[in-house]
T-cell receptor
């Protein structure tokens, strides 16, 4: 099946620094990628929809200036957590939809990135 | 509003059958996904239903009734590795997945 690679898997950083997480679709093109956040024992929460070549669409309550998303190519989207604080510590997961499958095609998930802010 | 209702936790015995129910209310409907998620890992795809009826895929089957806003995931011949959370996720009119909190399934020997 299709593979979505997410990097890094684990990251620990100091408060106030910025962290970049990459999401790549390895064997398909994705015009749309999704970024989620999952706090312990809670469900996945959609943060934003990343659209290739245009601005991301953020969910209500998600600060777009804090969570910068760039989708520069059909196979890569990046999420940058700027000026990270301990409350940003979470499991960040990306997903991508094979554009050949249309709007209701299966979502493929990356392995997730666990961010710990000290 | 949009709402997903699944049991929080279920327990079943290895080798048995378990049915996880999901009721939903969404703004529009474009199908429903079931995902499996082990603790600390990303979700993995199990099934997609867009028409009423039962879709069978090996040990797992998924059923959908659009008029009732209801779906279930049926797991047969349960194995210990099936211990995980199972997420019901309908797709709304904007083609976004609406996630529930999931059902934690515990398999006992």
């Amino acid at each position: 099946g299709a593979v979505v690679s997410q990097h890094p898997s684990w990251v620990i950083c100091k408060s106030g620094t910025s962290v970049k997480i990459e999401c790549r679709s390895l064997d398909f093109q994705a015009t749309t990628m999704f970024w989620y956040r999952q706090f312990p024992k809670q469900s996945l929460m959609l943060m934003a929809t990343s659209n290739e070549g245009s601005k991301a669409t953020y969910e209500q309550g998600v600060e777009k200036d804090k969570f910068l998303i760039n989708h520069a190519s059909l196979t890569l989207s990046t999420l940058t957590v700027t000026s990270a604080h301990p409350e940003d510590s979470s499991f960040y997961i990306c997903s991508a939809r094979d554009q050949a499958g249309g709007d209701t095609g299966e979502l493929f998930f990356g392995e997730g990135s666990r961010l710990t802010v000290l | 509003g949009q709402n997903i209702d699944q049991p929080t936790e279920m327990t079943a015995t290895e080798g048995a059958i378990v049915q996880i129910n999901c009721t939903y209310q969404t703004s529009g409907f474009n199908g429903l996904f079931w995902y499996q998620q082990h603790a600390g890992e990303a979700p993995t795809f199990l099934s997609y239903n867009v028409l009423d009826g039962l879709e069978e895929k090996g040990r797992f089957s998924s059923f959908l009734s659009r008029s009732k806003g209801y779906s279930y995931l049926l797991l047969k011949e349960l194995q210990m590795k099936d211990s995980a959370s199972y997420l019901c996720a309908p797709i709304d009119s904007n083609y976004q997945l609406i996630w529930g909190a999931g059902t934690k399934l515990i398999i006992k020997p």
